[in-house]
């Protein structure tokens, strides 16, 4: 079993950063694939970036690439989505999660965390 919770949401304007934390909890989190998800008002959830077990594969949607960076810290079972340059089209509810065999589009992880707010300010 894996938990997750994650932090760091909030309001800010557009073109600023946040940096969005997924603590878990298990002994098995380094054997895991990491990944967030966001799902805004009235759309579909959708993937947002994925970072393999040992960081060395990292994925983007292309609507996040070149702004958000995905990393972890296997030492502190801690996953981060770092996003810059935000735009008011990054509103969502950014949801961590994790797969021992696959996070990306279309997948169905294993475990969810609740979810963090991210609201941006146009």
């Known amino acids: 079993q894996v938990q997750l919770v994650e932090s760091g949401g909030g309001l800010v304007q557009a073109g600023d950063s946040l940096r969005l934390s997924c603590v878990a909890s298990?002994?098995?989190?380094?054997?895991?694939?990491m990944g967030w998800f966001r799902q805004a008002p009235g759309k579909e959830r959708e993937f947002v970036a994925s970072i393999s077990w040992n960081g060395g594969y990292r994925y983007y949607a292309d609507s996040v690439k070149g702004r958000f960076t995905i990393s972890r810290d296997n030492a502190k079972n801690t996953v981060y989505l770092q996003m810059n340059s935000l735009k008011a089209e990054d509103t969502a509810i950014y949801y961590c999660?994790?797969?021992?065999?696959?996070?990306?589009?279309?997948?169905?992880?294993?475990?969810w965390g609740q979810g963090t707010q991210v609201t941006v300010s146009s």
């Open positions: 298990g002994r098995t989190f380094s054997r895991h694939i």
């Open positions: 999660a994790a797969d021992p065999n696959r996070v990306g589009v279309g997948s169905n992880p294993d475990y």
